[in-house]
């Protein structure tokens, strides 16, 4: 295992696709940060009733940069490396490179655990870089506006780290079976993209407007409301926040779940198919 850990893993740091999607998460934390700062200072902008200028801006500042990273950037942070996780695997499958691997010893669910391990831990560093990038805005804001800078409290941030980390967790493993799946990474990466997108994203807001009782309860369990919901359990539960539809607790239960499961199919498919 830790063989087939290494071996990913040193495949996984040199390929340019890793640091380019690591590299566009953290530049959308640092737009976060700029547009939100430009656009609060501009003479033309409104807040929303029952929010000020000033309670917006203070959602920038170093006290609350935990919150708003889980909150802002978990579920596009998790389309983005769903992407990295169905080219980890579905590549293989392009290159034909599955068979050379398996002929020089590790077994099939050695390699599986090593791709499953690697991505986890670029997830990993992602979310630290993640955090650290959103520090360092938050603190240049503080100072830019002369206010105190104050942090949250160390808990916090761990709080909101593990959860931005599940969550990117989750869809790695997704981004992974989809390619497993589907022995291949582009219509992995179209699939799984399209299910998030149009599926949980357009559908089942268009569906409830007709306030169907059991669709509610379908919601409940799908993997990107259960990831919305523990994003905005954590996050900065302002007054543009929206109410989780389940609590974190179950959420994170959800998601585990949905997690063990993804590495448990695609534990099956490996074993039960041919390579190609």
Do not use: C, H
Request: proline letters at 3%; zero cysteines.
């Amino acid at each position: 295992m830790i063989g087939s850990f290494e071996a990913e893993w040193r495949k996984l740091r040199r390929r340019p696709a890793a640091w380019w999607l690591g590299a566009f998460i953290l530049a959308i934390i640092v737009a976060v940060y700029a547009y939100s700062w430009i656009a609060y200072n501009s003479s033309s902008f409104r807040p929303n009733p029952g929010q000020t200028v000033a309670q917006l801006k203070a959602g920038l500042y170093p006290n609350r940069f935990a919150s708003l990273v889980v909150s802002d950037t978990g579920l596009v942070g998790g389309a983005l490396i769903l992407v990295m996780g169905a080219l980890a695997v579905g590549s293989e499958y392009s290159w034909t490179t599955f068979k050379t691997v398996y002929t020089q010893g590790p077994s099939r669910l050695q390699v599986l655990g090593g791709q499953v391990l690697a991505a986890s831990a670029v997830s990993a560093i992602i979310v630290v870089a993640l955090y650290a990038v959103a520090a360092v805005s938050s603190t240049i804001i503080a100072g830019i506006a002369g206010v105190a800078i104050t942090y949250p409290a160390y808990i916090d941030v761990v709080k909101s780290m593990g959860a931005t980390w599940l969550i990117f967790e989750v869809f790695v493993l997704f981004g992974m079976f989809m390619a497993y799946l589907l022995r291949q990474s582009a219509l992995a990466v179209g699939l799984g993209l399209a299910y998030m997108l149009a599926i949980e994203g357009i559908l089942f807001q268009a569906l409830r407007g007709l306030n169907v009782g059991w669709l509610t309860t379908v919601e409940k369990f799908l993997v990107g409301q259960n990831a919305s919901s523990l994003a905005n359990s954590i996050g900065s539960g302002g007054p543009q926040s929206v109410p989780p539809l389940v609590s974190a607790q179950q959420a994170v239960l959800v998601l585990a779940i949905y997690g063990l499961a993804f590495v448990l199919v695609s534990s099956l498919l490996v074993r039960a198919r041919d390579v190609v």
